[in-house]
Structure formats: C-alpha cells, structure tokens
C-alpha cells in the first residue's frame, strides 16, 4: 500500500499521511506509534531511505495525517485544526501581537462562532520527544501567555537501545522505567514546568500522567481509534467552550 502511495502521490509526505491513516483504521488496536516506527519509518529504510530524507518528509506527513483523521471529530463540535499557509500564520501572530515565529506553530486551532471562525489554540507536532521539542517552548509560552491553548501531539516513538536495539517502541516518556532520570526530566517538560497546556502521546506505552501534576499540565495517552469523542478531542472541545480573552 505505502510503495502504492508513493507511485500515486505527488508528494511523498501525502503518501506516508495515507498510509498511517489507512493502516490505522485497518488495526485500530495497535499502537499507533509501532504503526509509525516499526511499519511506515522501517519500510522506507529498506526501500533506501536515509534517516535525512526520513526527517524531512516525516514532520509534514504526520501533521497532514493528524489534521485529516482529526478534522472530521472537531467539526461536529463546531472547531477545525489546520495548517496555516506561512504568510496567513505570520499576518495572524503579528495581528495579535505575539512575537512567534510562524515555523513554531504547526497547526491552529480554531473555533465557530456564528459564521466567523476565532483562532484560540496552537498545536506542536513532534514524532519523538528526542526532536528538538525544546525550540518550541518559548512559543508555547508566548501563546500561553496570551490567553490561547498550547498542546503537543507526539509519537513519542524511540527503541533502545539506540538506533534500533531490541526494536521495542518504549518512547521517551516512562514507557521503559518512570525511574531512569532521563525519562523522568522530559515528563517534567509538562508535569513540573507546565511548558505546555497538555501532551498527548499516540504511543500506548507512554504512561499518562496521574490526575494532580504539580504544574497542572497532563501527558495524556490515546490511540487513533478510541471511542469518539476521545481524550484530545475533549480536552479541545472543553477549551472552547471556556471563555478566554484570545477566542473573543
């Protein structure tokens, strides 16, 4: 299916999107960041991928992915998420005074009112923690601080040892130990720090965070087929039904 889509596409992103939509829904069960990790990224190695074009075409695909099987869940509660063409995002941050580069908000979030739409969340995307997440923290922050939500997406996907070791997907999150410091200090990016508003990881042995961090701020854990409306979609739809300065 995935060499199918690579013919057919003009856009490899497009074709790497369509596979984990499609093989997603054929295992809804699995682990979505097995699916990602061990299927999709393991494949294109052996057809001679390197790890460079891998990086490349993997950010775009995994947004495009996200944005496709969750648009259709956020209609019906009247909210979209999308990706802003560069200039539309710039001319948005200027307009309400955020100093944020437009590369460090992959998808927006926005809300209908009557029939306008209002801009009141950003939405990072990241496959595994390992990749630079610390470049987006004064962005979330900026958004933060203006009153708009601020959540991370993530595969959370790594085997160790590295680069593939025993090919088991623990991630970079507690799912090997919550005791080995490493994982523990990149949990804090939310649980103690509050760097964003929430995480959500697609990798089902990430451990999710217990209901009180001192933060605030949760790791939540969840497939691609949960029972709808799932633990993203409610968290989203629950922001937008809360007044807040940014959304009016």
Not at 72 to 80: A, H, K, N, Q
Not at 84 to 94: D, T, Y
Request: glycine share 6%; hydrophobic share 40%; charged share 25%.
């Amino acid at each position: 299916m995935l060499d199918q889509l690579l013919l057919s596409e003009k856009q490899a992103s497009n074709a790497v999107a369509k596979a984990l939509i499609e093989i997603s829904a054929l295992s809804p069960a699995a682990n979505p960041s097995d699916l990602w990790h061990h299927v999709i990224y393991r494949h294109l190695c052996q057809i001679g991928w390197n790890d460079a074009r891998w990086k490349r075409v993997s950010g775009f695909a995994l947004e495009r992915a996200l944005t496709m099987i969750y648009s259709p869940r956020l209609e019906m509660f009247g909210i979209r998420m999308r990706m802003f063409p560069q200039a539309e995002a710039s001319r948005f941050l200027k307009s309400v005074g955020l100093d944020v580069r437009s590369t460090k908000v992959d998808l927006f979030l926005e809300g209908r009112r009557a029939s306008s739409w209002h801009v009141f969340g950003a939405v990072h995307v990241k496959s595994s923690i390992a990749e630079r997440i610390q470049d987006d923290v004064p962005a979330s922050r900026a958004v933060m601080a203006h009153g708009f939500l601020s959540i991370m997406l993530t595969m959370d996907a790594k085997s160790y040892p590295p680069p593939h070791g025993e090919c088991v997907n623990y991630g970079e999150l507690g799912g090997r130990s919550m005791r080995i410091d490493k994982e523990r200090i990149k949990r804090n990016y939310i649980e103690e720090d509050g760097q964003f508003d929430a995480l959500f990881s697609f990798n089902l042995r990430t451990p999710e965070s217990l209901n009180k961090t001192p933060s605030g701020k949760r790791i939540f854990t969840l497939g691609l087929h949960d029972s709808h409306p799932d633990q993203l979609v409610q968290f989203i739809a629950k922001r937008w039904r809360r007044p807040a300065r940014a959304a009016e």
